[in-house]
């Protein structure tokens, strides 16, 4: 039989070993930080229009700016989608059009089949697949740079802060 000194001095060691294993794991698996959320003006969004290889390429649909970059096929150079990006084109999503003057945040004379489509497409397709990277000025931002009074996060369709903020 073995000394219960023995015993205790063995159970101590593999307790230091399995703590420095432990600790290494936590450092190995630290959670991604989450980034502050980023404005983007027309100027900065348009800067990531997928035609430069080494840019990450976004869009925006309703003032929210997604990474689409892992659907480089879709939204890169050359790609069939790729005049929806680096601009928030809200209306071309709602309507399914890719006509220049459907590339706008602008979404007056939508119908309400358009709009229902729009939050389909946008809570399924791109929250769903996408990294939400920021927000478009004109979201929270008036036209001369103040913030939009008007502006309520839980007063916007299907907008949790939680989720987004």
Partial sequence: ???????CLIFIFLAIVNWGFSEDLKLKHKPAETKPVRLFTDEDL???????EDHPI????????FDVSTGKEFYGKGAPYNA???????KAVAKMSLDPEDLTYDTAGLTEEQLQ???????????AKYPIVGYTARRILNEDGSPNKDFRPEDQP????????
């Fill in 1 to 7: 039989k073995m000394p219960a000194v023995h015993m």
């Fill in 46 to 52: 348009a800067k990531y229009n997928g035609q430069q």
């Fill in 58 to 65: 976004y869009m925006a649909v309703k003032g929210v700016v």
């Fill in 84 to 90: 929806l990006t680096g601009k928030d084109c809200t």
């Fill in 117 to 127: 489509s729009l939050e389909s497409i946008f809570q399924d397709v791109y929250k």
């Fill in 158 to 165: 299907n907008f949790k802060i939680k989720d987004e903020f």
